[in-house]
């Protein structure tokens, strides 16, 4: 059961809730709209910010009990020197989310002094953030057992008519970011190419989206024998999957979202050490990622066309496996000699964005857990970010600032094009360790033609192997948020 958000107009002091949570920047003040819960509790607020027990840094919480009346517990988090203050909602809600949890409040309120219409929309995106999980696969705890799931959270504003807006559109990207997380968190061995066109299939329905799926038989057509190479190793169906969502003019042409969806990638007959391989069931995080902002752009209503295109595969090593060494051709033309069979994912985006110039796209992003390079470039806190036009570059950056989801640009110099330089074809799909990232992204603008494009690897950003305290270990929504904050200004 998805967390259920409302807004209103009410005074912390009335709102008879297991815990009532105030969000405060530093340096933390008793707020003027909390005077009444502050007498409630005898003036226990006031005293505890006033004798400096709670400062208001980032990620600082602390518990209170609450009075006879009202909130039965009263939880402050901080939220640092706030520079973007609906950012640090956000992550501040998803503190609050998660400590709900832990301590079985199946029922909150959250309040922040001045929270703006972008506050409350960020504030419920926070709280569908932190109060997300994967339990599909766990035996349910008996309820006499468990602690209370948090079920409904309430955000408190000085205007309820105004507000609803901004918490429906919190509501849209958190349950875009929600569906993609699921779909990463599910194993390789239920998250197939079949599973996700099926996915694709259904949000396609709930809003009237037109679907094209491409199988083998369609893409040997097509003569994508660059993505086919990947799925050579594996029996599964590889799936090619575009949904077209037409919100702007017809005839405008459409923001073009691309995915890697790689269901399993064991590097091929190139294969990974053993030790923490079972993480690469998040090689399909792109392809989540567009899937859930394909969810989120249509419940948005968002005024522009947008399609989203997946690539959906498993890399295997196997008896029909490509190997080092073999040479295959893209459907642009261009000969691909596999070097690694691991670098598998520009192989599929390779015919992806090919493909992606039938829709004479405005401009083309693409988002991939590309190269384990980029993690050691950028770690859990940036993506990659890659394009030779500056103005969409600059867009991208911009968007990804906007939903919290930072990029940093790295350079695509031609200088670098002599690393993947093949003796036998025409581009190798490695070019070794160095500039990992960066030879990865120029391998991608070989099939890109002439629209703007910009690539994001998000290979450390899409999931985490360890806690990030405002979201636990595991798949984080990247780049929902980006391609959404982007398509949102675009549509103006
Ligand atoms: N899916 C991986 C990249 C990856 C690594 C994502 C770690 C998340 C965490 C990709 O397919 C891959 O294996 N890339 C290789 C490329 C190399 C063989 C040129 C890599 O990064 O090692
Ligand atoms: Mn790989
Ligand atoms: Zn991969």
Known sequence: MPLKLAVRERDA??????LLV????KPAELPAELRALDDQLGGALGRTIGRRDFRGDRDETLHLSGGAKGPARVLLVGMGK?????????????????????????????????????GVEQAAVGLLAGSWEYRDLK????????????????????????????????EAIGEGQSLARRLAMMP????????????????????????????????????????LSVAQGTPQEPKLVALEYRGGRKGDKPVVLVGKGLCFDTGGISIKPAQGMEHMKFDMCGAAGVLGAMEAIARLQVEMNVVGIIGATTNMPSGTAI?????????????????????????????????????????VIDAATLTGACVVALGNTASGIFGSDEALVAEVLAAGKRAG???????????????????????????????GSITAALFLKEFTGEYPWVHMDIAGTA????????????????????????????AG
Request: aromatic share 6%; hydrophobic share 40%.
């Open 323 to 363: 190997k080092p060494g073999d040479v295959v051709q893209a459907a642009s033309g261009t000969f691909i000699e596999i070097i690694n069979t691991d670098a598998e994912g520009r192989l599929v985006l390779a015919d992806l964005l090919h493909f992606a110039k039938d829709y004479d796209p405005a401009a």
């Open 13 to 18: 002091a009335a709102l008879d809730v297991p």
């Open 139 to 170: 035996t349910p705890v008996p309820a006499d057992e468990r602690r209370e799931p948090l079920q409904s959270a309430v955000i408190l504003v000085p205007d309820e008519k105004a507000a609803r807006g901004a918490l429906a559109a919190g």
């Open 405 to 435: 989801e930072p990029g940093w640009q790295l350079p695509l110099w031609d200088d670098y094009k002599e690393l993947i330089r093949s003796d036998t074809g025409d581009i190798k799909n490695s070019g070794g360790r160095s500039a």
């Open 22 to 25: 105030v969000a405060l920047p």
């Open 82 to 118: 706030a520079t973007d203050a609906p950012l640090a909602i956000k992550r501040a809600a998803a503190i609050a989310a998660r400590q709900a949890a832990r301590l079985g409040a199946g029922e909150i309120g959250f309040t922040s002094p001045g929270m703006d219409e972008r």
């Open 188 to 227: 390789g061995n239920l998250c197939t190419p079949d599973f996700l066109e099926q996915t694709a299939r259904e949000i396609a329905s709930r809003h009237k989206l037109d679907v094209t799926v491409l199988g083998r038989a369609d893409m040997e057509k097509r003569k994508m024998g660059s993505f």
């Open 463 to 490: 999931y985490s192997e360890t806690d990030l305290v405002a979201l636990p270990k595991g798949p984080t929504g990247v780049p929902v948020g980006t391609f959404v904050e982007f398509v949102r200004r675009r």
